[in-house]
């Protein structure tokens, strides 16, 4: 499976709940929406990271790929970018890990010169705050809906990052 299309599922809320959020009038009721909206966007993130891994190590060797499959299978959750660094890439080898973090500091640049956006603290933020909202129920004050689903496409590119690094 195409690493791309895990996001179908957080694109199609944010699609759905938008409407929705610019004409209600409850600011509990948006934080829950975006809430909700993180738990999804991080979920497309995770599946997303195991299908890079698993595709890679697969196209690399049959065993190898057997072997990714069944260590992705128990990762529930850990997609900070610094346990993806070092915990997931450079355990493929230290190139890379190069290659991921000059592709970031590349598209980073540029991301942010077109949309005002960090990728790489966007894709960290909505991390933290979808464990703050599923792990302990807490609502971040700070962000709203649009400012999460913003987040959410500009994390995305830390993901295209990712698959280009994972390369043959």
């Not at 009721?29 to 979920?43: I, P």
């Not at 992705?72 to 890990?97: E, H, M, S």
């Not at 999460?148 to 280009?164: N, S």
Request: some cysteine; proline content about 1%; aromatic content about 12%.
């Amino acid at each position: 499976m195409n690493y791309a299309q895990h996001f179908q599922h957080a694109d199609d809320v944010i699609e759905h709940l938008t409407p929705l959020v610019a004409a209600e009038r409850n600011p509990l009721l948006e934080a829950r929406y975006t809430g909700f909206l993180t738990v999804a966007a991080v979920t497309t993130y995770e599946l997303a990271i195991k299908s890079i891994f698993i595709s890679f190590a697969q196209s690399k060797h049959k065993v190898l790929g057997s072997f990714t499959e069944s260590h992705f299978n128990r990762i529930n959750g850990k997609i900070k970018l610094r346990i993806v660094k070092d915990d997931y890439v450079l355990r493929f080898g230290k190139q890379y890990l190069d290659r991921f973090n000059r592709k970031l500091d590349e598209c980073g640049r540029k991301y942010y010169i077109d949309n005002k956006l960090d990728i790489v603290s966007s894709y960290g933020n909505l991390v933290v705050w979808r464990n703050d909202f599923a792990h302990e129920g807490r609502i971040r004050a700070n962000s709203t809906f649009l400012e999460t689903a913003h987040a959410y496409t500009a994390g995305k590119e830390v993901i295209r990052c990712l698959a280009e690094s994972m390369r043959r």
